[in-house]
T-cell receptor, first 114, second 115 residues
Framework: EAGVAQSPRYKIIEKRQSVAFWCNPI?????LYWYQQILGQGPKLLIQ????????DSQLPKDRFSAERLKGVDSTLKIQPAKLEDSAVYLC????????????FGNGTRLTVT | AQTVTQSQPEMSVQEAETVTLSCTYD???????LFWYKQPPSRQMILVIR??????QNATENRFSVNFQKAAKSFSLKISDSQLGDAAMYFC????????????FGKGTSLLVTP
């Protein structure tokens, strides 16, 4: 089966610019997650979707971050305006949903804000 | 909120030897899953092994095994016969229905394998 696809692989922007990341989950996976991984730390959940509805976005900085999952398949994560502290790897993961289904991760997007 | 603690930022092991990575967690729940993920330089998170809290038997996957101590809230990973390809960041993670089935990660342990 094809894995979780993410693009771009790398992105460099200046502070106050905007950026968007794209994720295509494994076909049939209802649940989609966006994680932020700052260098030297473990991934932190930003937002979780179940189909096209938001399950948890409690750690998403909503003043600058937004995410959508139209039609319950692909998802886009946007940052506007970016800050230096947003430099991180952004990981997308998907699962069938429920307790027993493992998360499958993409290769992530490395964002550098200068 | 559940917290996952990995107290070893870095570990080193010689090829063919055995190494144990530590993980402790804090929770008031009785039903949950614990995981170990490997993250090589490619950045993709790869599931190594998982343990259901209600199962007393420790999980094993080939050269990887865990020591799950529920009362002590400890979940260590043992890698036997270490190989150069095992070098990576290892993350311990917790999952429960109360967290919406999302994974809650520790800070990770960097494993170096020397020839």
């Amino acid at each position: 089966e094809a894995g979780v696809a993410q693009s771009p692989r790398y992105k460099i922007i200046e502070k106050r610019q905007s950026v968007a990341f794209w994720c295509n989950p494994i076909s049939g996976h209802a649940t989609l997650y966006w994680y932020q991984q700052i260098l030297g730390q473990g991934p932190k959940l930003l937002i979780q979707f179940q189909n096209n509805g938001v399950v948890d976005d409690s750690q998403l900085p909503k003043d600058r971050f937004s995410a959508e999952r139209l039609k319950g398949v692909d998802s886009t994560l946007k940052i506007q305006p970016a800050k230096l502290e947003d430099s991180a790897v952004y990981l997308c993961a998907s699962s069938l949903g429920g307790y027993n289904s493992p998360l499958h991760f993409g290769n992530g997007t490395r964002l550098t804000v200068t | 909120a559940q917290t996952v603690t990995q107290s070893q930022p870095e570990m080193s092991v010689q090829e063919a030897e055995t190494v144990t990575l530590s993980c402790t967690y804090d929770t008031s729940e009785s039903d949950y899953y614990l995981f170990w993920y490997k993250q090589p330089p490619s950045r993709q998170m790869i599931l190594v092994i998982r343990q259901e809290a209600y199962k007393q038997q420790n999980a094993t996957e080939n050269r990887f095994s865990v020591n799950f101590q529920k009362a002590a809230k400890s979940f260590s990973l043992k890698i036997s016969d270490s190989q150069l390809g095992d070098a990576a960041m290892y993350f311990c993670a917790y999952r429960s229905s109360n967290s919406g089935y999302a994974l809650n990660f520790g800070k990770g342990t960097s494993l170096l394998v020397t020839p």
